[in-house]
T-cell receptor
Framework: DAGVIQSPRHEVTEMGQEVTLRCKPISGHDYLFWYRQTMMRGLELLIYFNNNVPIDDSGMPEDRFSAKMPNASFSTLKIQPSEPRDSAVYFC?????????????FGPGTRLTVL | KQEVTQIPAALSVPEGENLVLNCSFTDSAIYNLQWFRQDPGKGLTSLLLIQSSQREQTSGRLNASLDKSSGRSTLYIAASQPGDSATYLCAVPINQAGTALIFGKGTTLSVSS
């Protein structure tokens, strides 16, 4: 398996633009997670899905952030409009079962820079 | 609310040294603890997963221990090599439902040759 795939790997955009980050989880995994990593706050959970259904989005910072999972093999995280403080590395992760039972596998991340 | 702390934030050692990285958590009612490695500009790689019923897990030169009662885990690296240089993070399930992870901020290890 190719592991968790994220695209793009790097994104540079201007404030106010819409940004869409993409993730393909490992085949067969039924949990998908979006995290954000910054120097100040470390890794923070934004939202997670189970069987394509959003379960907990309490970590989504504002209404400017939205996430979807239209099928088991694809998820998007959208920021509209983007702001400089959104600059961070965004990771997607997946697991076969809930993390209390099994490992979580991470993608390579998308480094977002908002100018 | 579960909190995870890793001390020190950074560590520099000469090649060949054995070393220990520390991770502490405030709520001892955890199901497991996972150690990750992150190389600069890269994603996280899972190193070891210790279930709450286990006290140790080993993989090659790595050994992770878990003491739930004291809220601590250690990652022992034997005979360190320059290739071990990276940031090491520990994580536990975020709550009793265990549906996501909460991470420490990591220890950045530098091994010099």
């Amino acid at each position: 398996d190719a592991g968790v795939i994220q695209s793009p790997r790097h994104e540079v955009t201007e404030m106010g633009q819409e940004v869409t980050l993409r993730c393909k989880p490992i085949s067969g995994h039924d949990y998908l997670f979006w995290y954000r990593q910054t120097m100040m706050r470390g890794l923070e959970l934004l939202i997670y899905f189970n069987n394509n259904v959003p379960i907990d989005d309490s970590g989504m910072p504002e209404d400017r952030f939205s996430a979807k999972m239209p099928n088991a093999s694809f998820s998007t995280l959208k920021i509209q409009p983007s702001e400089p403080r959104d600059s961070a590395v965004y990771f997607c992760a997946s697991s076969f079962r809930a993390p209390i039972y099994t490992e979580q596998f991470f993608g390579p991340g998308t480094r977002l820079t908002v100018l | 609310k579960q909190e995870v702390t890793q001390i020190p934030a950074a560590l520099s050692v000469p090649e060949g040294e054995n070393l220990v990285l520390n991770c502490s958590f405030t709520d001892s009612a955890i199901y497991n603890l996972q150690w990750f490695r992150q190389d600069p500009g890269k994603g996280l790689t899972s190193l070891l997963l210790i279930q709450s019923s286990q006290r140790e897990q080993t993989s090659g030169r790595l050994n992770a221990s878990l003491d739930k009662s004291s809220g601590r885990s250690t990652l022992y690296i034997a005979a360190s090599q320059p290739g071990d240089s990276a940031t090491y993070l520990c994580a536990v399930p975020i709550n009793q439902a265990g549906t996501a992870l909460i991470f420490g901020k990591g220890t950045t290890l530098s091994v010099s040759s």
